[in-house]
């Protein structure tokens, strides 16, 4: 929990306190290299200098759907599981957590890019492009 710098012994109001945190869910178009990378920024967190109070969530396709790299199916995948927390009585995204939909640049024709870009604005969500050397990585 963090909180406002105060004099030792001063009360703080409860509006200062920030008791939750800020989930980032990351929908990647790849489920191997992109999903090891997103991982690798949550068990690094302290060392990239990410405040704890965010949690950086990549989310897997299941085996069936992970050969989809089609923008339409992981916009389909991402509306199915929006939907399934609403079934269930969960909030899919609050109002302080964020979702990134990251696409491979190289692999993604015009239409589709035009496609992702009109989803995320209706959506209020956030889109990534990588770029030709987004696979080679190396967390030392």
């Known amino acids: 929990m963090l909180r406002d710098k105060t004099k030792f ?5 409860k509006e200062n306190y ?11 178009e790849g489920q191997v290299t992109e999903i090891e990378y997103f991982q690798g920024i ?3 967190k302290k060392e990239l200098g990410i405040p704890a109070i965010i949690e950086v969530e990549p989310i897997k396709r299941p085996d069936e759907q992970a050969s989809w790299s089609n923008i339409v199916k ?11 927390a609403k079934n269930n009585g969960v909030e899919f995204l609050r109002d ?9 640049k190289d692999q ?5 890019y035009d496609m992702a870009l009109e989803y995320a ?20």
């Open 9 to 13: 012994g001063e009360r703080l109001n």
């Open 18 to 28: 920030i008791d939750e945190y800020i989930k980032v869910l990351i929908f990647a």
């Open 42 to 44: 949550q068990e690094n």
């Open 74 to 84: 992981i916009i389909e995948f991402i509306d199915q599981k929006e939907e399934e």
């Open 96 to 104: 302080i957590d964020k979702l990134w939909i990251v696409f491979d």
């Open 108 to 112: 993604i024709q015009k239409q589709q």
């Open 121 to 140: 604005k209706i959506k209020n969500y956030n889109i990534g492009f990588t770029n030709p050397f987004f696979d080679i990585f190396h967390i030392a």
